[in-house]
């Protein structure tokens, strides 16, 4: 039987797997993209917990999250054409002179 | 096996399997590829748990929309070449203390997740019977009624972020007037 913990440690799975993305990829390209994988984690768990109370509040949420994540990407995207513009690289560890 | 568990565990294993390609593949068109793999069979999900609206809704938003962004932006910049290989001389010393702490950090999210996965596989809460309505009608009238004012806030939050993506790229041959771009 397939119950609302299963949905949770699927995307707790999927969010360590995006987490893990987001710290060893220096590409800032795959980072959102690992940002993305961990967005679509958390919207999973609202849909299952919508379904495990019967009610669509956590659809909802899940639905909201998505235009959040859409519009992360877009600006996210927007910045690191940006910075490829100004420093024809888009390697984090290369993205210091705010340090310096 | 009843077919729960197949419509369940099937698409699960696609997704995990996309997720773990998506972030070890070197070639950043591939690990786009997959993460379409992986919203895919989230939307799957989706259908399994009555979402049918938000399971279109990620199909369209995420594969149609968000992905191709990737695409367009990974094929515009053309990274591939550009970003060397962890290895290469010149990047040692540089995360030095920073990457067991990563590694700590990860062992511990592994562990609640274990934790997570043993202790709470046991109590077995099933999902109800009962089915809300799902349909872009039900969901329609959550969404426009309880949740109006949270809809509006996103639809502030896509013009700014529209507006913000056109100035950020915005060049500067873009900002002349109109009828002075033969001259140049």
Redesign the interface.
Known sequence: MITVTHYVSLSAAMFIIGAVGVLIRRNAILMFMSVELMLNAANLVFVAFARHHDHLDGQVIAFLVMTVCTAQAAVGLALIVTVFKTRRDVDIDEINSMKE | M?I??IV?FIP?AI??LA??A??TSRN?VH??LF?VI??SA?AV??LV???P??AL??VA??VG??MV??LF??V??D?NR??PP?GTPG?KG??DWQSPV?VL??WV??A??SY??LE??Q??????Q?????SPR??GE??FG??LL??EV?SV??L???I???V??LTKTARRPFGKEKDQ
């Open positions: 009843t729960d568990v369940f699960a997704a995990v997720a773990m998506t972030v950043a690990a786009a993460l992986n919203c989230i999900l989706y748990l009555n979402a609206f938000l809704a990620q938003v995420f929309a968000i962004l990737f932006v990974i515009l910049l990274t550009r970003t962890s990047r540089k995360l990563a950090l990860a999210l592994l609640e997740w997570l996965l709470r596989l109590r077995k809460p099933e999902f109800p009962a089915l809300a309505d799902s039900g969901f959550a969404l309880r949740y949270p809809f996103t939050i896509l700014a972020a529209m913000g993506a056109i950020l790229t």
